[in-house]
């Protein structure tokens, strides 16, 4: 099989999906004839590309460089044009893009395309009437649609017609290849760690900080990451900055990223339940990255975090509670049975979101989209 994946963003990029794309395309190529990786011209070369996410380059996935710039204009569009060309010249088996845009550009090809859907677009008060035209389209051209969540794909087949195959891909991580040891925790200085992006409302920092405000001062806070703009007048943000409770790292190339998470002693994923994102349609990427390093966790129960984990593999607490969020962190700490426990079964657990099982899960739904195309 011969995989076109094709991606409008440029690379190598700050955001987690860039880390999902990139990893999935290597995962893919060790399983399939050849992928070949569709992303914008004059960002990247090849090498600077793959050692950024620190992955080594499959001999059979091949990177092809879309032209995305017109002098100094950058569009879509451009690439979009640059991209039928080039996927038309390659003749792949079939296509795959996260990109409602690039889909809607390519479903009038001979090509099967499966699309991969992360959110509903027309939900967005913003552009809604725009984004729902162009999902109609988009669903109604795709023969196979990606979703990370259950949630997600039963959201998306209550709002449009479809005739394509759906299938639940879950994001996907690397698993350390044995559970680490839990390391003694007295005498020393606690740290609470997040790791990831802090720009959305719904990833929950909000209450996160108003969580650690209740903790015992010698437990402190560590962000893998930025603390955004919008957090930094809070009240809760602002005493933990006095106390000098509060670490932030800044943003950090992926392979750093993980040295920290490797070292940490609690890691926290404070998703709110107010936003339907959160709640029903993300898979996150720093829980499983959390948890393949068998590190113990407290999350927000959500339908979401569900998908992933139960009670024997996080500490699930309320979600948008700072008390109840505090309560499980302190519980992690005090117990170090407790954390042994589900760190060992958390790592455990993610073996079956590794990269090469999110790969296999894509693979076998292409394999019935062209079945279903050559009937």
Not at 48 to 55: E, P, T, V
Request: proline share 4%; aromatic share 8%.
């Amino acid at each position: 099989m011969k995989i076109a994946y094709c991606y409008s963003e440029i690379l190598p990029s700050n955001v987690a999906r860039s880390i999902q794309v990139v990893n999935t395309c290597a995962a893919l190529a060790k399983q399939v004839r050849q992928v070949i990786f569709y992303i914008p011209a004059g960002y990247c070369n090849e090498k600077h590309l793959f050692s950024f996410y620190n992955i080594k380059q499959p001999e059979n996935l091949k990177i092809c460089f879309c032209k995305k710039k017109w002098g100094f204009f950058s569009s879509n569009q451009i690439f979009n044009y640059s991209l039928r060309r080039a996927v038309s010249d390659n003749k792949p088996d079939i296509m795959i893009t996260r990109h409602l845009k690039t889909a809607d550009a390519l479903i009038n090809s001979h090509t099967p395309l499966i699309f991969e859907a992360h959110e509903i677009f027309s939900n967005k008060k913003s552009s809604a009437l725009k984004n729902r035209v162009l999902e109609n389209r988009v669903f109604a051209g795709s023969q196979g649609v990606i979703c990370l969540t259950k949630g997600l794909s039963n959201a998306l087949q209550n709002s449009f017609s479809s005739r394509a195959c759906f299938s639940i891909v879950p994001s996907g991580t690397k698993v350390s290849t044995q559970v680490r040891t839990q390391p003694a925790l007295s005498g020393k200085k606690l740290y609470v760690t997040y790791a990831g992006t802090t720009r959305y409302r719904w990833k929950g920092i909000s209450t996160l900080m108003k969580a650690m405000v209740l903790l015992p001062e010698h437990i402190s806070l560590e962000i893998v990451g930025d603390l955004n703009q919008i957090y930094k007048s809070e009240k809760a943000v602002l005493q933990l900055t006095k106390q000098k409770r509060l670490k932030i790292t800044g943003h950090l190339p992926p392979n750093k990223a993980a040295l920290h998470l490797k070292k940490a002693q609690v890691a926290v994923i404070p998703n709110s339940g107010k936003d339907i994102i959160s709640r029903i349609y993300t898979s996150p990427l720093k829980l499983l990255e959390a948890m393949a390093e068998g590190l113990p966790v407290v999350a927000s129960d959500l339908p979401s975090i569900r998908e992933i984990v139960s009670e024997d593999q996080a500490v699930l607490v309320t979600p948008d509670d700072p008390g109840a969020l505090a309560e499980g962190i302190l519980k992690l700490f005090q117990d170090a049975g407790l954390r042994t426990r589900i760190a060992k079964n958390a790592w455990l657990r993610a073996k079956d979101f590794s990269w090469e099982k999110r790969a296999g899960r894509i693979i076998k739904m292409a394999r019935e989209v062209l079945n279903r195309a050559s009937n």
